[in-house]
Nanobody, 124 residues
Framework: QVQLVESGGGLVQAGGSLRLSCAAS????????MGWFRQAPGKERELVCA????????YYADSVKGRFTISRDNGKNTVYLQMNSLKPEDTAVYYC?????????????????WGQGTQVTVSS
């Protein structure tokens, strides 16, 4: 059974940095697509970034381009989201998602497996 466990959220001042981790287990993740999504209160869940584990292309939301970077450790089956120059509007619950498919979905509907989420709060 696929399990995704996020960690690394917290409270940070605007302009600061955080690194989120997503530890994946229970699947052959080299054949999966992975994504980070976020959901702020009263808003829909939105894509932050996504990629295919064995691929080289990464998709980033325009709002985070140049500030956020996704990376992975194949040996640990762990995906990281480095978030720099954080803004108050980045405040949300961040979710890691995965699905065994070829194309990278940009919609949360394309992912069957989700972590429990980790809260990121950016103060002004």
């Amino acid at each position: 059974q696929v399990q995704l466990v996020e960690s690394g959220g917290g409270l940070v001042q605007a302009g600061g940095s955080l690194r989120l981790s997503c530890a994946a287990s229970g699947g052959t993740f080299s054949t999966y697509v992975m994504g980070w999504f976020r959901q702020a209160p009263g808003k829909e869940r939105e894509l932050v970034c996504a990629f295919r584990w064995s691929g080289s292309t990464t998709y980033y939301a325009d709002s985070v381009k140049g500030r956020f970077t996704i990376s992975r450790d194949n040996g640990k089956n762990t995906v990281y989201l480095q978030m720099n120059s954080l803004k108050p509007e980045d405040t949300a619950v961040y979710y890691c998602a995965a699905d065994p498919r070829l194309r990278v979905p940009l919609s949360p509907l394309g992912y069957n497996y989700w972590g429990q989420g980790t809260q990121v709060t950016v103060s002004s």
